[in-house]
């Protein structure tokens, strides 16, 4: 299969944990990256590959990977934090590229 | 630092074709990486169309590879995307993007450029 499968969404409280999963046969052999994306903005990368986080990226954003399933984690989840959350990764073809259908993330 | 910016009309008609150019500005397209098309109906999720490399080599969603065509102008540091036989289907935020090392992984983006198809 070259989908990628995220979870509608999730909600946290203020400064808590939270975590956001993407689920695909693709994970087992390529890593994912991640993005936030605010109303009626573009979207913005925060996380990418085994370890690696955009200058200007908070630490509080983590990835992780196991199997088929990739994760992102906000530890002290934050207001500006809220947005919808996208994974990718290579699809069928290596050089194929497919999004998940994004996780929503509410800050309570 | 690197911008991309989408230009092209925001309104096409059905069954016509859809045209828009990304001009980058702060890095010479001819010194390498992929550079993509990513489309977001209103209100959907994102979805690849295709990646370029300055030299020409090309990717396409195989979903809409009957209808796209890639190509880069280094001369004028831009890339563009044709989209031809367009539905109602295919109206959305079109955004540009470079793509990193590793081909998935796109940052920056161009703020995008919503065209609505009508009919």
């Known amino acids: 299969s070259s989908e990628l499968t995220q979870g509608p969404a999730v909600s946290v409280a203020l400064g808590q944990t939270v975590t956001i999963t993407c689920q695909g046969d693709?994970?087992?052999?390529?890593?994912a990256s991640w993005y936030q994306q605010k109303p009626g903005q573009a979207p913005v990368l925060v996380f990418y590959g085994r370890n690696n986080r955009p200058s200007g990226i908070p630490d509080r954003f983590s990835a992780s990977s196991s199997g088929n399933t990739a994760s992102l984690t906000i530890t002290g989840a934050q207001a500006e934090d809220e947005g919808d959350y996208y994974c990718n990764s290579r699809g069928s073809s290596a050089n194929h590229v497919i999004f998940g259908g994004g996780t929503k993330v509410t800050v309570l | 630092q690197v911008q991309l910016h989408e230009s092209g009309p925001g309104l096409v008609k059905s069954s016509e074709t859809l045209s828009l150019t990304c001009t980058v500005s702060g890095y010479s397209i001819s010194t390498g990486y992929y550079w993509g098309w990513i489309r977001q109906p209103p209100g959907k999720g994102l979805e690849w169309i295709g990646s370029?490399?300055?030299?020409?080599?090309?990717y396409y969603n195989p979903s809409l590879k009957s209808r796209v065509t890639i190509s880069v102008d280094t001369s004028r540091n831009h890339f563009s995307l044709r989209l031809t036989s367009v539905t109602a289907a295919d109206t959305a935020v079109y955004y540009c993007?470079?793509?990193?090392?590793?081909?998935?992984?796109?940052?920056?983006w161009g703020q995008g450029a919503l065209v609505t198809v009508s009919s």
């Open positions: 693709s994970l087992r052999n390529f890593f």
């Open positions: 370029i490399f300055h030299s020409g080599i090309i």
């Open positions: 993007a470079r793509a990193l090392t590793t081909v998935t992984t796109f940052d920056p």
